[in-house]
């Protein structure tokens, strides 16, 4: 039976080269974010290839859809195997900017999405006693930069929860956290503040694919059950 993986924020960028990437290693996707245009593409994708995938439409932000969509997950498959929480936004802006309810979205998505995938999955992870987390934070749970005070806050906290989730977890649960630098995706095309936009132009001119933070959540995923990779920093060679 292949293994199960879940994985938030589906729909594009990492999201979707992972799910690509793992369903072309065996494993069975569940696929979740909230365009399912954009999910119904991948899946087309996915099983041309010959790949295992189904797709769902989830709210991160919502802990009862969460908790559906992995509890779905263990009914129709009698397990899950990894949780990939991939799914954030990135509206950068200086503070001064006041852009208040961009702030609380990365809250919400960042955080709280992170939250609510661990209360979600842990449960099963601890009644099989084997599962494996993967958190997808950034290069801003480790360096600030200007107009990115919020966004490096919550992957500082995505980074913190999830390392006391690894201290906390029985050894058979394994815990990740993949900090990618910069990444071609659509990330920074929700940013409004102008001047942030031009600024991110400047500092996002040197970009990896997301293919290679999708081969290192790989990596981590296929190494034996005695073997925890704790995190990994992937970053372009020219981003310093």
Known sequence: M???ALITGASSGIGDATARRLA??????VAGARREDRLGSLAETVRAAGGSIEVHRLDVTDRADVAEFV??????????DALVA?????????LD????DEWDRMIDVNIRGLLNGIAAALPHFTRQGSGHFVTVASIGAHQVTPTASVYCGTKYAAWAITEGLR????????????SPGVVTSELADTISDPDTRE??????KNAIEPSAISG????ALAQPAEVDVNEMIVRPARQR
């Open 216 to 219: 290192a959540i790989a990596y």
């Open 86 to 94: 991939n799914a954030g936004v990135m509206p950068l802006s200086r």
């Open 199 to 204: 600024f991110m132009q400047s500092y996002r």
């Open 167 to 178: 201290l906390e977890c029985d050894p058979g649960i394994r815990v990740t956290t993949i």
């Open 24 to 29: 072309a290693d065996g494993w069975h996707v």
């Open 71 to 80: 509890d779905r997950a263990v009914r129709d498959h009698g397990r899950v």
């Open 97 to 100: 900017a006041g852009l208040v």
């Open 2 to 4: 292949s293994r199960v």
